[in-house]
Protein backbone atom coordinates (compact mmCIF):
# COMPACT_ATOMS: atom_id res chain seq x y z
CA UNK A 1 0.00 0.00 0.00
CA UNK A 2 1.62 3.54 -1.12
CA UNK A 3 2.13 5.75 1.72
CA UNK A 4 -0.19 8.59 -0.45
CA UNK A 5 -3.22 7.68 -2.33
CA UNK A 6 -4.41 10.06 -5.21
CA UNK A 7 -6.65 9.49 -8.02
CA UNK A 8 -5.05 10.24 -10.84
CA UNK A 9 -8.14 10.74 -13.33
CA UNK A 10 -8.57 12.41 -15.75
CA UNK A 11 -11.28 14.43 -14.33
CA UNK A 12 -13.39 16.26 -16.48
CA UNK A 13 -15.64 19.21 -15.55
CA UNK A 14 -17.66 21.65 -17.22
CA UNK A 15 -16.70 25.58 -16.10
CA UNK A 16 -18.37 26.80 -13.06
CA UNK A 17 -18.78 23.74 -11.65
CA UNK A 18 -17.54 22.56 -7.60
CA UNK A 19 -14.02 20.96 -8.06
CA UNK A 20 -13.40 18.08 -5.04
CA UNK A 21 -9.70 16.67 -5.36
CA UNK A 22 -8.75 14.29 -3.08
CA UNK A 23 -6.10 12.11 -1.35
CA UNK A 24 -6.04 9.18 1.15
CA UNK A 25 -2.55 8.43 3.68
CA UNK A 26 -1.59 6.09 5.79
CA UNK A 27 0.96 7.21 7.94
CA UNK A 28 -0.41 9.17 11.38
CA UNK A 29 2.68 10.95 11.73
CA UNK A 30 2.44 13.66 8.75
CA UNK A 31 1.29 16.47 10.06
CA UNK A 32 2.15 19.28 7.05
CA UNK A 33 -0.26 19.07 3.90
CA UNK A 34 0.47 20.75 0.76
CA UNK A 35 -1.33 20.99 -2.60
CA UNK A 36 0.17 21.63 -5.70
CA UNK A 37 -0.68 22.77 -9.15
CA UNK A 38 1.40 21.34 -12.12
CA UNK A 39 0.48 23.09 -15.73
CA UNK A 40 2.22 21.13 -18.59
CA UNK A 41 5.90 21.40 -18.83
CA UNK A 42 5.97 23.41 -15.83
CA UNK A 43 7.15 22.98 -12.10
CA UNK A 44 4.76 22.29 -9.50
CA UNK A 45 3.59 25.68 -8.21
CA UNK A 46 2.13 25.41 -4.51
CA UNK A 47 -1.23 26.57 -3.82
CA UNK A 48 -2.26 25.61 -0.38
CA UNK A 49 -0.26 24.32 2.84
CA UNK A 50 -2.32 23.48 5.93
CA UNK A 51 -1.17 21.78 9.23
CA UNK A 52 -4.13 21.67 11.21
CA UNK A 53 -7.66 19.72 10.54
CA UNK A 54 -10.24 21.87 9.10
CA UNK A 55 -10.78 24.04 6.55
CA UNK A 56 -8.15 26.66 5.02
CA UNK A 57 -9.76 29.24 2.47
CA UNK A 58 -8.00 31.12 -0.26
CA UNK A 59 -9.89 32.55 -2.84
CA UNK A 60 -12.05 30.18 -4.95
CA UNK A 61 -9.69 27.27 -3.20
CA UNK A 62 -10.47 25.57 0.13
CA UNK A 63 -8.27 22.76 1.16
CA UNK A 64 -9.62 20.67 3.88
CA UNK A 65 -7.93 18.36 6.09
CA UNK A 66 -9.18 15.52 8.31
CA UNK A 67 -6.46 14.18 10.45
CA UNK A 68 -8.77 11.05 12.14
CA UNK A 69 -9.75 10.07 8.88
CA UNK A 70 -6.87 10.70 6.92
CA UNK A 71 -8.27 12.28 4.44
CA UNK A 72 -7.43 15.25 2.42
CA UNK A 73 -9.54 17.04 -0.31
CA UNK A 74 -9.11 20.66 -1.94
CA UNK A 75 -11.78 22.57 -3.39
CA UNK A 76 -11.96 24.40 -6.35
CA UNK A 77 -15.07 26.88 -6.62
CA UNK A 78 -16.31 27.96 -10.23
CA UNK A 79 -14.01 26.71 -12.14
CA UNK A 80 -12.01 28.04 -15.06
CA UNK A 81 -10.61 26.38 -17.84
CA UNK A 82 -6.94 28.13 -16.29
CA UNK A 83 -7.73 25.80 -13.70
CA UNK A 84 -6.64 22.98 -16.02
CA UNK A 85 -3.73 21.50 -14.42
CA UNK A 86 -2.45 18.22 -12.62
CA UNK A 87 -3.18 18.96 -8.91
CA UNK A 88 -0.57 17.35 -6.46
CA UNK A 89 -0.74 16.56 -2.85
CA UNK A 90 1.97 15.77 -0.82
CA UNK A 91 2.70 16.08 3.01
CA UNK A 92 5.52 15.12 5.70
CA UNK A 93 6.09 14.59 9.54
CA UNK A 94 7.27 16.91 11.78
CA UNK A 95 10.05 15.01 13.13
CA UNK A 96 13.45 15.99 13.61
CA UNK A 97 15.75 16.41 11.07
CA UNK A 98 15.35 15.94 7.39
CA UNK A 99 11.77 14.50 6.54
CA UNK A 100 10.87 13.50 2.97
CA UNK A 101 8.00 15.25 1.23
CA UNK A 102 5.72 12.38 0.22
CA UNK A 103 3.70 12.73 -3.45
CA UNK A 104 0.25 11.49 -4.28
CA UNK A 105 0.31 10.39 -8.08
CA UNK A 106 -1.29 13.60 -8.86
CA UNK A 107 -4.99 14.16 -10.91
CA UNK A 108 -4.94 15.51 -13.93
CA UNK A 109 -8.13 18.23 -14.03
CA UNK A 110 -9.75 19.44 -17.28
CA UNK A 111 -12.48 22.62 -17.03
CA UNK A 112 -14.13 22.83 -20.39
CA UNK A 113 -15.63 25.80 -21.38
CA UNK B 1 8.60 32.02 -0.80
CA UNK B 2 11.97 31.57 -2.72
CA UNK B 3 12.43 32.28 -6.49
CA UNK B 4 13.98 29.42 -8.25
CA UNK B 5 15.51 29.16 -11.54
CA UNK B 6 16.77 26.14 -13.75
CA UNK B 7 19.21 26.21 -16.78
CA UNK B 8 18.58 24.82 -19.40
CA UNK B 9 15.16 24.43 -19.42
CA UNK B 10 15.47 21.98 -21.89
CA UNK B 11 17.98 20.13 -23.83
CA UNK B 12 17.59 16.71 -26.15
CA UNK B 13 21.18 15.42 -25.54
CA UNK B 14 22.70 12.16 -27.57
CA UNK B 15 23.34 8.49 -25.72
CA UNK B 16 26.03 8.52 -23.59
CA UNK B 17 26.87 12.10 -23.13
CA UNK B 18 25.98 14.01 -19.61
CA UNK B 19 24.33 17.25 -18.98
CA UNK B 20 24.42 19.58 -15.84
CA UNK B 21 21.37 21.29 -14.40
CA UNK B 22 22.26 24.66 -12.85
CA UNK B 23 19.52 25.71 -10.19
CA UNK B 24 19.99 29.36 -8.56
CA UNK B 25 17.77 30.09 -5.32
CA UNK B 26 17.28 34.07 -4.78
CA UNK B 27 17.48 33.85 -0.91
CA UNK B 28 20.06 31.44 1.05
CA UNK B 29 18.66 27.89 2.01
CA UNK B 30 19.95 25.17 4.09
CA UNK B 31 18.44 22.35 2.17
CA UNK B 32 17.82 21.99 -1.82
CA UNK B 33 16.28 18.55 -3.40
CA UNK B 34 17.05 17.08 -7.12
CA UNK B 35 13.53 15.53 -7.91
CA UNK B 36 12.90 13.58 -11.48
CA UNK B 37 9.30 13.88 -12.99
CA UNK B 38 9.06 11.26 -15.71
CA UNK B 39 6.34 11.42 -17.94
CA UNK B 40 2.82 11.04 -16.89
CA UNK B 41 4.27 10.06 -13.64
CA UNK B 42 4.29 11.87 -9.85
CA UNK B 43 8.04 13.13 -8.13
CA UNK B 44 10.88 11.66 -7.37
CA UNK B 45 13.47 12.36 -5.53
CA UNK B 46 17.11 11.90 -6.07
CA UNK B 47 19.15 13.16 -3.38
CA UNK B 48 18.96 16.12 -1.58
CA UNK B 49 22.19 18.26 -1.03
CA UNK B 50 23.64 20.45 2.08
CA UNK B 51 25.83 23.33 1.31
CA UNK B 52 29.56 21.68 2.97
CA UNK B 53 28.69 18.43 2.82
CA UNK B 54 28.10 15.12 0.30
CA UNK B 55 24.70 15.15 -0.73
CA UNK B 56 22.80 11.73 0.09
CA UNK B 57 21.11 10.22 -2.58
CA UNK B 58 17.43 7.86 -2.67
CA UNK B 59 16.73 4.31 -3.03
CA UNK B 60 18.09 3.93 -6.61
CA UNK B 61 20.06 6.42 -7.14
CA UNK B 62 24.15 6.93 -7.08
CA UNK B 63 26.72 9.40 -7.28
CA UNK B 64 28.06 8.22 -10.15
CA UNK B 65 25.55 8.80 -12.39
CA UNK B 66 23.87 11.77 -10.72
CA UNK B 67 26.89 13.90 -9.34
CA UNK B 68 25.70 17.07 -7.47
CA UNK B 69 27.63 19.78 -6.24
CA UNK B 70 26.31 22.58 -3.13
CA UNK B 71 28.88 25.02 -3.52
CA UNK B 72 26.78 27.63 -1.79
CA UNK B 73 23.66 28.25 -0.10
CA UNK B 74 22.04 29.52 -2.88
CA UNK B 75 23.27 27.08 -5.83
CA UNK B 76 23.18 23.63 -7.00
CA UNK B 77 24.23 21.26 -10.29
CA UNK B 78 22.77 17.87 -11.00
CA UNK B 79 25.02 16.22 -13.72
CA UNK B 80 23.09 13.64 -15.35
CA UNK B 81 26.29 10.96 -16.75
CA UNK B 82 26.45 8.56 -19.82
CA UNK B 83 22.68 9.70 -20.15
CA UNK B 84 20.00 6.78 -21.80
CA UNK B 85 16.66 7.66 -23.46
CA UNK B 86 15.83 6.21 -20.22
CA UNK B 87 17.01 9.32 -18.16
CA UNK B 88 14.25 11.35 -20.41
CA UNK B 89 12.59 13.10 -17.80
CA UNK B 90 12.03 16.77 -16.13
CA UNK B 91 14.46 17.66 -13.61
CA UNK B 92 13.44 20.01 -10.69
CA UNK B 93 15.19 21.96 -7.98
CA UNK B 94 13.56 22.45 -4.89
CA UNK B 95 14.16 23.93 -1.67
CA UNK B 96 12.53 23.98 1.67
CA UNK B 97 10.24 27.32 2.78
CA UNK B 98 13.02 29.42 4.48
CA UNK B 99 12.71 29.55 8.40
CA UNK B 100 13.40 27.50 11.46
CA UNK B 101 10.62 24.75 10.77
CA UNK B 102 10.90 23.64 7.21
CA UNK B 103 7.27 22.86 6.64
CA UNK B 104 6.97 22.94 2.90
CA UNK B 105 9.01 23.21 -0.37
CA UNK B 106 9.40 24.97 -3.48
CA UNK B 107 10.21 24.09 -6.96
CA UNK B 108 11.97 25.59 -9.69
CA UNK B 109 10.33 25.37 -13.03
CA UNK B 110 11.88 22.54 -14.07
CA UNK B 111 15.07 21.06 -16.68
CA UNK B 112 12.84 18.92 -19.77
CA UNK B 113 15.46 16.82 -21.12
CA UNK B 114 15.15 14.38 -24.02
CA UNK B 115 17.88 11.56 -24.83
CA UNK B 116 18.34 10.29 -27.83
Redesign the interface.
Known amino acids: QKEVEQDPGPLSVPEGAIVSLNCTYSNSAFQYFMWYRQYSRKGPELLMYTYSSGNKEDGRFTAQVDKSSKYISLFIRDSQPSDSATYLCAMKTRNTGFQKLVFGTGTRLLVSP | ?AV?SQKPSRDICQRGTSLTIQCQVDSQVT?MFWYRQQPG???T?IA?ANQGSEA?YESGFVIDKFPISRPNLTFSTLTVSNMSPEDSS?Y?CSVDSPGT?Q????????T?LLVL
Do not use: A, K
Not at chain 2, 103 to 110: D, K, M, N, R, V
Open positions: SIMQSLLTTILIETQYFGPGR
